[in-house]
């Protein structure tokens, strides 16, 4: 069975731009989370997508969105890149249910210069 | 609202010497509870996790944990340390009714000495 699968492994990106980062869950899993790691921070929660539906979300601003598709592979946007954004970006997948684990990919490394 | 608090962010032991990372939760109902590890550059992988059948809980690689509701606790050991033990270890917590989401503890770096 394929695990979770993160593209690209790394990104680099300068100040102001826009990214966007993809997940494929392992199949048969309908929720996707997404996390950002930083040295300072650790892993902070950014947001859950079930059912292409944003069933939660994590306290950070506007310019961090996702989307997930009919398939249940996700998308996660963030606009007008900070260098405070610099950070690997992990995602996790599960059937869903509340007490089921998280499988993680190897996440996104983003650079911003 | 739910929480993990790890003690200590680094510790090390010698190859083969008990392993003990700890952790203490919060949470205001009963909580589920995980250990994960992390290899560098690699994401996490889940070593176990509690969900209320078993206060002891066996993982991979000869991890296990146990549950203490008076302690709020949920310690993680291995008898044995291995060299391919050194990684970073998280604590997580969920809960009923807030669907996938985990908080994470801030990590502990376990180094392993020859």
């Known amino acids: 069975k394929a695990g979770v699968t993160q593209t690209p492994r790394y990104l680099i990106k300068t100040r102001g731009q826009q990214v966007t980062l993809s997940c494929s869950p392992i199949?048969?899993?309908?929720?996707v989370s997404w996390y950002q790691q930083t040295p300072g921070q650790g892993l902070q929660f950014l947001f859950e997508?079930?059912?292409?539906?944003?069933?939660n979300k994590g306290n950070f601003p506007g310019r961090f969105s996702g989307r997930q598709f009919s398939n249940s592979r996700s998308e996660m946007n963030v606009s007008t890149l900070e260098l405070g954004d610099s950070a690997l970006y992990l995602c996790?997948?599960?059937?869903?249910?509340?007490?089921?684990?998280?499988?993680f990919g190897d996440g996104t490394r983003l650079s911003i210069l | 609202a739910q929480s993990v608090t790890q003690l200590g962010s680094h510790v090390s032991v010698s190859e083969g010497a008990l392993v003990l990372l700890r952790c203490n939760y919060s949470?205001?109902?009963?909580?589920?509870l995980f250990w994960y590890v992390q290899y560098p550059n690699q994401g996490l992988q889940l070593l176990l996790k509690?969900?209320?059948?078993?206060?002891l809980v066996k993982g991979i690689n000869g991890f296990e944990a146990e549950f203490k509701k008076s302690e709020t606790s949920f310690h993680l050991t291995k008898p044995s340390a291995h060299m391919s033990d050194a990684a970073e270890y998280f604590c997580?917590?969920?809960?009923?009714?807030?669907?996938?989401?985990?908080?994470f503890g801030s990590g502990t770096r376990l180094s392993i000495r020859p």
């Open positions: 996790a997948s599960s059937l869903g249910e509340e007490n089921q684990p998280q499988h």
């Open positions: 199949s048969g899993h309908r929720s």
């Open positions: 997508y079930f059912s292409e539906t944003q069933r």
């Open positions: 949470s205001s109902v009963p909580p589920y």
């Open positions: 509690y969900t209320s059948a078993a206060t």
């Open positions: 997580a917590v969920s809960a009923p009714n807030v669907g996938s989401k985990i908080i």
